[in-house]
């Protein structure tokens, strides 16, 4: 199958491309973005089919309706990962929490949140593209927290590949700082900005556009390129466990087959929604795909009212750092599904001038047709960690809390709803301690040690063992030596 492009077509680059292309350099005509030509109709056929299937089984035949231009060895490599989750038979547990509520965990992998989902396999994916190639590349990622330690995971010791991954000294919670700090191999770089994980972000887009870097690398024999989630071979894993979602829920009994569920996404990038808008297209019944935003609300207020406005928006620091967001970039593949190229050159151009757009009266009904949204804000979010945890015994995590106000405000009981969970309690335990204890400020370890008391859970060894490990990579450094930094590390 071949990609096309979401705002058309500007005759220097190829009309389409592969899979592979559209991995290697993912910013399409335009500044766009690519999508598939066509997404495969699997229909209910395909859910039966795999009915008994392992979450493996399933996504090898999912892959394989998208016709991409990857080998079959490759992406039994890249799904064999998935065997080193907690389960390996069910590496995406479904939990149910009450009556109609019931949660699909995405955290269970190497570094305890979602991105490792589609970061995992997309190592792979991604080092055989360029050992094929036999070409190298460096991974620029900026983090504030979740995807530099899932992209350092992938990508260690992977061949044709290096990394180079900025993260704000002092913005990240003391487990994710160690998940990246303690990472030892010779092709990842950690570097640490006296700044803010926006300094870490205009670093990486400064770099990523710049001509002069790029034939620095060139001398070098690198060629550039991003992990980031705009990058449709992150997507494509994400499809996967929604379709795997809803046949668990079908296997527990919850659903017959057919029934519709709402699929309610904490939002920030919107790269786990679209791919539950993908999955609906294809083959899942989905009554309504709805968006839980922090306070950084921007998708809820254009799913509500049309617009798209970050006129008088600022990013502002919240309880789920991971969705502090303004500019969602995956929300463009859904503009260009619904209304077309030519429309989405010129809202994206629009919010790109303007830092706004307004879709039509028409247009708003149709995206509303497939989407509800509502937003929780920080202290919402810690009372529903403690009261689900008091009342159902089940906890989670500030990002997962976020579902739990729009499961109230945008669905209806009698319709089950599949929430996703896109963090371990360890991953922010501070906050989490505090919903539950009130002790305000504590450092990570401490806050764990209390979560685990009031709770009755270990600390698992992987995030306790972080403590101990030596620190490998200790570089700190000013914005501006950003580059020459990068450059003495290839
Ligand atoms: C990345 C992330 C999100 C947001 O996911 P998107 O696909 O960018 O919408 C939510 N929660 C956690 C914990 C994350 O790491």
Redesign the pocket.
Known sequence: MNFIQTRGYDETKPKTVTFSEAILAPIASFGGLYVPEKLPELGEEFLTKHLNSSYKELAKDMLNRFEIDIDSDVIDEALALYDAFDDAKNPVPVVKVKENLYISELYHGPTR???DMALQPFGVVLSSIAQKRNENYLILAATSG?TGPAALETFKNRANVQVACLYPNGGTSDVQRLQMVTEDAKNLKVIGINGVFDDAQNALKRLLASEEFKKALKEKSVSLSAAN?VNFGRIIFQIVYHIHSYLELVRQGGITMGEKVYLNV????????LGGYYAAQMCVPVEKIVISSNENNVLTRLINSGKYDLRDSEVVNTT?P??DILKSSNIERILFDMFGDVRTRELMESLESQNFYELTADELTKLQECFAADFCNGDEGKAYIKNIFNNENYLMDP?TATCMKSYETCSSPEIKTIAYS??EWTKFSPVIANALTGEVDAQDIIALESIAKEANLEIPAMVRGLFTKPVVQDTIINKEDIEKEILSFL
Request: aromatic share 10%; glycine share 10%; net charge neutral.
């Open positions: 949140a979602f991105k979740d989630s904490p939002s920030g990038n919107f790269g786990n929604a789920s991971a969705m990002h896109t963090a």
